[in-house]
């Protein structure tokens, strides 16, 4: 072989691995492309996170729960207890159904406001959790209901 021909050989093998090279750059670059743009979440990346709150239809499920837990202790300190300072049984949640229908505020049909359903809450022998089913509500309604709850403590969730 002459000088030439190995020459030749020699720039072949160099230009193989160099095409090999820009193509492995091509596809991590398009990869990186793609993930930044946000395809390849929720295709099993292993990134933890999701798309929506976890329901089959996060747009329309978007709600706020707020609930008071009931205290628990340790067995081993309940035991040590005395009869008054047992904690009593737990008693069966009451729910207070409220519709935001628009801008109106309705309880059993009735149109209300917030204040009335806080002094009805206020005024029941057992706290009621508010239940809040949003039928087409106005924002500024739905915002000023759970603002009055709020500042009140009252219990309340949205469906």
Do not use: C, H
């Not at 090999?20 to 929720?42: D, R, S, T």
């Not at 729960?65 to 737990?90: A, G, H, K, N």
């Not at 159904?97 to 801008?103: C, F, Q």
Request: proline letters at 3%; zero cysteines.
């Amino acid at each position: 072989m002459s000088k030439e021909e190995k020459k030749e050989k020699k720039n072949k093998k160099g230009g193989s691995g160099f095409s090999v090279f820009l193509i492995l750059l091509i596809i991590i670059g398009a990869l990186f492309f793609l993930w930044y743009m946000g395809f390849g979440e929720g295709f099993g990346l292993g990134s933890g996170i999701g798309l929506g709150n976890g329901s089959e239809n996060s747009s329309e499920n978007d709600s706020s729960i707020s609930r008071s837990m009931p205290d628990v202790q340790p067995q081993e300190q309940q035991e040590e207890l005395t009869e008054e300072e047992q904690p009593q049984e737990e008693t069966e949640i009451v729910y207070l159904e409220v519709t935001v229908s628009g801008s109106t505020i309705l309880i059993d049909g009735n149109e209300t406001t917030p204040e009335n359903i806080v002094s009805e809450v206020k005024s029941a022998e057992v706290q009621p959790v508010v239940r809040i089913t949003d039928n087409s509500a106005v924002q500024d309604t739905m915002s000023e209901l759970v603002s009055a709850l709020e500042k009140e403590e009252i219990s309340y969730f949205i469906n």
